[in-house]
């Protein structure tokens, strides 16, 4: 933590998590779900509309995607198309969540991975935490992963603007300055 800047105001990745705050409440299910998708949608957005990538849209069809929410970044995207092929049009694909997982949901996340690449030997992978608390027990390390902004606690109710606000005053969010190395990875 020594060698991480506190998180401010104007960092991208705090605007991520109280653009989170705002999306959760228009998410249907249970919590975990709701901030899974709602950190899915955000990351998307700011994929997309800050740093031009060409992105899937969320409801696009990708038949052998299965039942895990994934971003799937294109080798060349057209916006009336809603349905691509893994083998042919996919370059890349994330595994977006909130914070990291327990032991099963990363061996899920890693099935699926392996999965995908016996459809296609080129695709790349990577996991995005948006926000993790640095003594988590069970870090994700599945090929390679992308922790944004580091918390030295656990975090109760990180989608409510409330706590997000009360965190950054009180000095307890950090930049990783991993969303500068996954932008880099995503433009290699």
Partial sequence: MDDMPILAREDEEFQML??????????S?????KSGKATMKV???HLVENHHFRIAKLDAKIPEKGKMNLLF????YTPT???YSLKDDVDTVLKITNNAVGKATSKKIGDKFDELEQLNQKLRFATVVLSESISYNYPIDIREVFTLVARKKRAHKLYLRETVMKMLEEGELWRTREWEKLIDYLKK
Avoid: A, M
Avoid at 18 to 27: A, H, I, M, N, Y
């Fill in 73 to 76: 970044f294109l080798k060349t």
């Fill in 18 to 27: 109280l653009d989170v705050t705002k999306e959760f409440p228009r998410q």
């Fill in 29 to 33: 299910g249970s919590i975990p779900q």
């Fill in 81 to 83: 198309k809603l349905q």
């Fill in 43 to 45: 990351i998307r957005d």
